[in-house]
């Protein structure tokens, strides 16, 4: 019935930690923003995970909460290193930090404005990454 997989060659995941539920449209599209911003700028070949895009295709957060946090901490739990955008944290994304923490998964604080020196932070992450 299914086929057996093939070893593939995996890509860097990262985790993209944005408010949502305060204004989900305009929030939405904040995180398509900041992912092409970040698939522009980056060398490195990423696979962004933007739960903010894809749960609110299916999931009503106001009604089904508990699941879409552990939908987002299973999509955590395959990255990296996750990049939290926005000066105030959420009880939501607090609760992303504190799982990268105990994951050993590396955090990179993104500001509203993604200056030159916030890719060199991101770059000096990435590396330390890869060099693990």
Not at 33 to 45: A, G, N, T, Y
Not at 67 to 73: G, H, P, R, T
Not at 75 to 84: G, R
Request: proline share 4%.
């Amino acid at each position: 019935m299914f086929k057996k997989r093939q070893e593939r060659r995996h890509m860097m995941s990262a985790y993209i930690c944005h408010p949502y539920s305060n204004d989900p449209e305009l929030n939405i599209r904040r995180v398509r923003k900041l992912c092409q911003m970040l698939h522009s700028k980056l060398e490195e070949k990423i696979l962004f995970l933007a739960p903010q895009i894809y749960l609110g295709q299916f999931i009503s957060e106001s009604y089904e909460r508990d699941i879409a946090m552990e939908m987002c901490l299973t999509m955590l739990s395959h990255c990296s290193i996750m990049f939290i955008w926005g000066r105030d944290l959420t009880p939501g994304m607090r609760e992303e930090v504190n799982f990268c923490s105990t994951q050993e998964i590396s955090v990179v604080f993104l500001c509203d404005a993604l200056e030159p020196e916030v890719y060199q932070e991101i770059d000096e992450a990435l590396e330390a990454i890869t060099n693990d």
